[in-house]
């Protein structure tokens, strides 16, 4: 369900919006905020809950892993889009699930007409590291719908 109004969408994110993703602000276009639900030391399958403005959307980008690793999308609130290079638009959400292996150049974020929230997965792996590329581009997120 698409949701415009920010209360309304505070009130069906249940593992909450957060804080302003300020650390991680300069590879997404829009505001996003950042809500983690464990820590490394807790667990090695960390746990974040990723809020996204209307329109707002991460960069293209990179989980990479020597063995293993990745990352996966289990998606709560609102409604937004994933994208994986060279396949079609995936659209998200409440309770889709999408698995992202290490190695794969993707982005995600939401509708331009709708505030959205996924939990984001750190799936562990052998010499993880996530390489941010460049920005999607308004033309690439326009022809979305």
Known sequence: MKIQNETQFNELNIFGK???NDAFAQYFIGNSFLNMLNSREECPVV????????????NWHIHHADKNGGQMLICVAGEGWYCEDGKPPVSLTPGK?????????????????????????????????????????????GKLG
């Open 18 to 20: 957060g804080k302003p």
């Open 47 to 58: 746990l974040a809950n990723v809020t996204f403005e209307p329109g707002c959307r991460n």
């Open 97 to 141: 699930i999408i698995v992202i292996p290490a190695n794969v150049r993707h982005w995600h974020g939401a509708k331009a007409d709708s505030w959205f929230s996924h939990i984001s997965v750190e799936v562990p792996g052998e010499n993880c590291s996530t390489e941010w590329l460049e920005p999607v581009t308004d033309e690439e997120y």
